[in-house]
């Protein structure tokens, strides 16, 4: 599975973003998506995932009720809609899958190149 992020670009607070991963590949519709961050010198960590069907979505606390994670399987692509950015927010944003229950970062399969978010203050 190759993955391409896009979408990304400089806000300011409260402003809105959705994010896209276009995934090549026959078997899309078995992985979960989900979608991690880094920014400058921290480590890379996780922001949003969906199961395979969709049915199940899960969230990093601090992004719970501001961002949502979505996906069409027809189109194979996941999408990540970001309101109400915060300065806290920036970040380059990666697209990863997974065939397994966990979201830490080890256990993802594929990942994507990362698309730059800037949310200035």
């Known amino acids: 599975v190759q993955l391409q992020a896009s979408g990304g670009g400089l806000v300011q607070a409260g402003d809105s973003l959705r994010l896209s991963c276009a995934a090549s590949?026959?078997?899309?519709?078995?992985?979960?998506m989900g979608w991690f961050r880094q920014a400058p010198g921290k480590e890379r960590e996780f922001v949003a995932g969906?199961?395979?069907?969709?049915?199940?979505?899960y969230y990093e606390d601090s992004v719970k009720g501001r961002f949502t994670i979505s996906r069409d399987n027809a189109k194979n692509t996941v999408y990540l809609q970001m309101n109400s950015l915060k300065p806290e927010d920036t970040a380059v944003y990666y697209c990863?899958?997974?065939?397994?229950?966990?979201?830490?970062?080890?256990?993802?399969?594929?990942w994507g190149k990362g698309t730059q978010v800037t949310v200035s203050s």
């Open positions: 990863t899958s997974t065939r397994g229950s966990s979201w830490s970062r080890v256990a993802m399969d594929y």
């Open positions: 590949g026959r078997t899309f519709s078995r992985y979960a």
């Open positions: 969906i199961s395979w069907s969709g049915g199940s979505t």
